[in-house]
């Protein structure tokens, strides 16, 4: 993919609550899709990752995300947040000259 | 342990002046990158390098310069040419290909006076 774009810049949702993060991706070759999260004063740490095969990728801490071809989506889910998922979720992807773009991100709040 | 080292972790600069950002990385990586991360912006990439002695601009290039002496080492300069230079930095490093293993610094925090 060349470029990926969230649309969602912030999201506040209750505990227990399902997530659905949106990620797009302009296409560009090679298929490379990836999932950041960035905790408050914490480091990046990937969350999940995709080059091909099994489009329903499962991560850690209970995430998921699915590659859907036709719409060029590759959304990010949790069935059941957390307060501690509070942070914020990068989408990003290394285009054809191997530098990896990120998304704008979404700031996640999660109320207890 | 091996990993990526920034510094300093907050830095102020004077107008007109320039400083200097350190990444440091003991895992062999060929190739290094510098993130700058603004609220609501995401990540943008600054410069990058893929091999010692060669780096490329990114998207945002402009006011910032780089060096790759070593493979070790890839320091970034703010100069008086960026007149927005508040933000986070991010320097990241990964073997030249291998797209999952990318690690990233703690961040560097610029602020303007």
């Known amino acids: 993919a060349q470029s990926v774009s969230q649309h969602n810049h912030h999201v506040i949702l209750s505990e227990a609550a399902s997530l659905e993060l949106g990620c797009n991706y302009s296409y560009g070759g090679t298929v490379n899709l990836f999932w950041y999260v960035q905790y408050p004063g914490q480091h990046l740490q990937l969350l999940l990752k995709?080059?091909?095969?099994?489009?329903l990728v499962k991560g850690i801490k209970g995430f998921e995300a699915e590659f859907i071809k036709s719409k060029f989506s590759f959304n990010l889910r949790k069935p059941s947040v957390q307060w501690s998922d509070t942070a914020e979720y990068f989408c990003?992807?290394?285009?054809?000259?191997?530098?990896?773009?990120f998304g704008a991100g979404t700031q996640v709040v999660v109320t207890p | 342990d091996g990993g990526i080292t920034q510094s300093p972790k907050y830095l102020f600069r004077k107008e007109g002046q320039n400083v200097t950002l350190s990444c440091e990385q003991n895992?062999?990586?060929?190739?290094m990158y510098w993130y700058r991360q603004d609220p609501g912006q995401g990540l943008r990439l600054i410069y990058y390098s893929q091999i010692v002695n060669d780096f490329q601009k990114g998207d945002i290039a402009e006011g910032y310069s780089v060096s790759r002496e070593k493979k070790e080492s890839f320091p970034l300069t703010v100069t008086s040419a960026q007149k927005n230079p508040t933000a986070f930095y991010l320097c990241a490093s990964s073997v030249q290909g291998a797209f999952e293993k990318l690690f990233f610094g703690s961040g560097t925090q610029l602020s303007v006076l």
């Open positions: 895992l062999n990586h060929d190739a």
């Open positions: 990003a992807t290394f285009d054809s000259w191997g530098k990896l773009q």
């Open positions: 995709y080059f091909s095969g099994d489009p």
